[in-house]
């Protein structure tokens, strides 16, 4: 880290971040809080709030709205301070995981939330394992202290114990549940307190110098300040105070303590992603890595998202850009096709709001519409054929067989598939004998989300019928092997939405089978999105 060149200063105060956490533990309102402390918006919204005006910002399909759950990672661009926060929404549900993990290899940085009252939940520990493997720091919000919570000490425990990592407290809780007023902030000494009857305020501050400031007594309650006080000095002998370097390495977490939905805490946390989240880091790439200071622009596709405008078929491929100043009207080389691409009408997010990005730098998202020319994992470069490295694809859990309810309309189905399998929304596999497509994906809820989309979308009613294929694996090794063995495994083989030939299993002893007769045939649950 320290030995790399100084970052051009506006490359150096952008945090690009994304937010992990359990459906539930409050991701979306804290994502809201941060939009109103950098004055993106007036006024939160609340998920469950009614009326149009009062919608959440972030989650802008339709079926989110109904649900109150995010499906679609969406990006958000705002300043707060000195800072440019680029915020990468994840969708909390299990389901789409897959978009989650995309996600990751665009961030340098995750804040984790979790539950006050519920620790660490599986979800959490899953999307904690991905960031891990790539050592992104993390930053760990607690939320909901101001309903009932475990012990403080209880929740950092857990949290050492089940993710392998160190804690660090950066503010301590003042009173659990009903009696929570606020926390001491234990980084710069001050004493924050909960405004509860407006919660879009933000907290009072109040400077105190340490803890034995006998103007502490005048705002918290003898049994509770007794309490805290001794529950800091424990704090303070048994855990790590906080390393930069740990913390940049993964190996430490900062934990601040709150309420998102009383905008409490949120502010102190902000400030933490400007001291501690790391500025935009080197990018893997082949064949070799782009550092964030070089001139020239390099960017790579890591979501695809169709008909963000349903009036317009268009779709916006998510590019993060790795390297350089990147102005509108650049042309990039579309490394894959190796054609040039000239960026006319690049848009920055501000949740479903969009304006056309004029300029952006290493660290930013942009937005580039398009009409199918972009795929995930595509580098965008100044000429150099790099190649962004390390975007994972998940071999589906779940496969259907889908027909369009009309059957003269299997061609507009042919093209509505294809669109959401750019999208990374799904799989989709064409078998080689029969006809009819066969749709894969991680979790049931998918289904669901893709019928209604088709239908919205495309004015196309389908139906999803049960398949006699449970999983898929991409085929890889010598040419005439793989020949012979697709020529033999015929009413098993299809190819995937990129042309890739795949192997369609229905038990696993299908798969053991293939291994035992066709050593030299390998098959993987997991492709790199990366065209060579």
Same mark, same amino acid.
């Given at each position: 880290m320290s030995n790399r060149p100084a970052l051009p200063p506006e490359i150096a105060r952008r945090r690009t971040f994304a937010i992990i956490s359990h459906p539930d533990a409050g991701k979306t309102t804290l994502t809201e809080k941060f939009l109103l402390f950098g004055g993106a918006i007036q006024m939160a919204g609340q998920v469950r709030a009614k009326g149009e005006a009062r919608r959440t910002r972030s989650d802008f399909m339709s079926m989110e709205k109904e649900r109150g759950i995010s499906v679609s990672a969406s990006a958000m661009s705002f300043d707060f301070k000195t800072f440019r926060f680029n915020l990468v929404d994840t969708p909390g549900h299990s389901d789409f995981s897959e978009d989650t993990y995309r996600t990751l290899t665009a961030v340098d940085a995750a804040v984790m939330v979790i539950d006050g009252a519920k620790g660490v939940e599986s979800q959490t520990r899953k999307l904690f394992e991905v960031c891990r493997l790539r050592d992104l720091p993390i930053l760990t919000f607690c939320n909901k202290m101001d309903r009932e919570s475990r012990d403080t000490f209880e929740i950092i425990d857990e949290i050492q114990e089940n993710l392998a990592i160190d804690v660090t407290p950066a503010s301590w809780p003042i009173g659990v @549940?009903?009696?929570?007023?606020?926390?001491?902030?234990? =980084?710069?000494?001050?004493?924050?307190?909960?405004?509860?009857?407006?919660?879009?305020?933000?907290?009072?501050? +109040?400077? #105190?110098?340490?803890?034995?400031?006998?103007? +502490?007594?005048?705002?918290?309650?003898?049994?509770?300040?007794?309490? =805290?006080? *001794?529950?800091?000095?424990?704090?303070?002998?048994?855990?790590?105070?906080?390393?930069?370097?740990?913390?940049?390495?993964?190996?430490?977490?900062?934990?601040? !303590?709150?309420?998102?939905?009383?905008?409490?805490?949120?502010?102190?946390?902000?400030?933490?992603?400007?001291?501690? @989240?790391?500025?935009?880091?080197?990018?893997?790439?082949?064949?070799?890595?782009?550092?964030?200071? *070089?001139?020239?622009?390099? %960017?790579?596709? &890591?979501?695809?998202?169709?008909?963000?405008?349903?009036?317009?078929?268009?779709?916006?491929? &998510?590019?993060?850009?790795?390297?350089?100043?990147? *102005?509108?009207?650049?042309?990039?080389?579309?490394?894959?096709?190796?054609?040039?691409?000239?960026?006319?009408?690049?848009?920055?997010?501000?949740?479903?709001?969009?304006?056309?990005?004029? *300029?952006?730098?290493?660290?930013?998202? +942009? @937005?580039?519409?398009?009409?199918?020319?972009?795929? #995930? @994992?595509?580098?965008?470069?100044?000429?150099?054929?790099?190649?962004?490295?390390? #975007?994972?694809? !998940?071999?589906?859990?779940?496969?259907?067989?889908?027909?369009?309810?009309?059957?003269?309309?299997?061609?507009? =189905?042919?093209?509505?598939?294809?669109?959401?399998?750019?999208? %990374?929304?799904?799989?989709?596999?064409?078998?080689? #004998?029969?006809? %009819?497509?066969?749709?894969?994906?991680?979790?049931?809820?998918?289904?669901?989300?893709?019928?209604?989309?088709?239908?919205?979308?495309?004015?196309?009613?389908?139906? &999803?019928?049960?398949?006699?294929?449970?999983?898929?694996?991409?085929?890889?090794?010598?040419?005439?092997?793989?020949?012979? !063995?697709?020529?033999a495994n015929k009413q098993h083989m299809g190819n995937d939405n990129d042309g890739d030939l795949v192997y369609l299993t229905r038990l696993q002893w299908d798969i053991d089978r293939v291994e035992r007769d066709y050593p030299e045939v390998r098959l993987t649950a997991t492709k790199e999105m990366m065209v060579a």
């Open positions: @549940g009903r009696d929570f007023i606020g926390c001491y902030d234990l =980084l710069r000494d001050r004493l924050e307190l909960m405004d509860r009857a407006d919660r879009n305020r933000r907290a009072a501050s +109040i400077e #105190i110098n340490g803890l034995d400031d006998p103007e +502490i007594e005048k705002h918290v309650p003898e049994a509770l300040l007794a309490k =805290l006080r *001794e529950e800091v000095e424990m704090a303070r002998e048994l855990l790590p105070a906080i390393d930069m370097k740990a913390v940049a390495e993964g190996t430490m977490t900062p934990i601040w !303590f709150g309420s998102a939905i009383n905008s409490f805490g949120v502010k102190e946390l902000m400030d933490g992603i400007g001291t501690y @989240g790391p500025e935009p880091q080197p990018q893997s790439a082949e064949p070799r890595q782009i550092a964030p200071e *070089e001139t020239k622009v390099a %960017g790579f596709v &890591f979501k695809v998202q169709a008909n963000m405008d349903p009036k317009h078929r268009d779709r916006v491929a &998510f590019v993060r850009l790795a390297s350089g100043h990147f *102005e509108r009207g650049m042309k990039l080389l579309h490394v894959r096709s190796k054609k040039p691409m000239a960026v006319t009408n690049p848009v920055l997010f501000l949740a479903a709001d969009r304006e056309l990005a004029e *300029e952006a730098w290493a660290g930013d998202i +942009i @937005g580039i519409p398009n009409h199918g020319q972009l795929r #995930i @994992g595509d580098t965008l470069t100044e000429g150099e054929a790099l190649r962004v490295t390390g #975007i994972p694809s !998940f071999a589906p859990e779940l496969l259907q067989n889908v027909r369009a309810g009309d059957p003269m309309k299997a061609k507009h =189905l042919e093209k509505a598939l294809m669109q959401f399998a750019e999208e %990374g929304a799904a799989k989709v596999f064409k078998p080689s #004998i029969g006809s %009819g497509f066969i749709v894969g994906v991680v979790g049931q809820l998918q289904f669901e989300v893709l019928g209604r989309r088709i239908e919205e979308e495309y004015g196309l009613p389908v139906r &999803f019928e049960p398949s006699q294929f449970t999983s898929a694996r991409w085929v890889s090794g010598p040419r005439d092997k793989v020949e012979a !063995f697709a020529a």
